[in-house]
């Protein structure tokens, strides 16, 4: 169930439940959800650039973008020292620029984007809820994201 309440306080950390496609900010004693899109393939962990997976696991924000292409972005620690040890076994690029972002397209519908799994792996909001996320995030921000 989403909650309608506005982000008053520092986001102290971000959960993430992919199966239920909502991003959990929490702040103060309390939490909002937002209902998200994932990645375009978003089964499982994210091994390689290109496999349009939304990556599982604990990352932070390490940069925070005001001019990105989905609006404005939250960038993830993506990959990891374990991604990294996981792609080089593999031969592949982990990819990166996983971020949390807004809408990348003036057709999508901020209402209804969330339908359909559209990233190339990043976290999806609409323009005006990245908008009050990117306000109140700061650098190191952690982040868990779950199957």
Do not use: M
């Not at 994932?38 to 997976?53: E, T, V």
């Not at 901020?110 to 339908?115: F, I, Q, S, V």
């Amino acid at each position: 169930e989403l909650r309608n309440i506005r982000i008053t306080d520092t986001i102290i950390k971000f959960k993430v439940k992919k199966s239920e496609r909502k991003l959990y900010a929490y702040f103060g004693d309390t939490f909002k959800v937002f209902k998200i899109s994932l990645g375009a393939s978003p089964i499982g962990h994210k091994i390689k650039q290109g496999d349009h997976k939304t990556p599982e696991g604990t990352y932070f924000i390490s940069f925070k973008n005001p001019k990105s292409r989905g609006y404005k972005s939250l960038k993830l620690s993506y990959p990891n020292a374990e991604d990294k040890k996981r792609a080089a076994a593999l031969k592949v690029s982990p990819g990166g620029d996983i971020c949390i972002h807004g809408l990348w397209w003036d057709t999508q519908d901020p209402k209804t984007h969330w339908k359909d799994d559209w990233t190339e792996g990043c976290l999806a909001v609409n323009n005006q809820e990245i908008d009050e996320i990117y306000a109140h995030t700061y650098l190191k921000t952690p982040i868990s994201i779950l199957p």
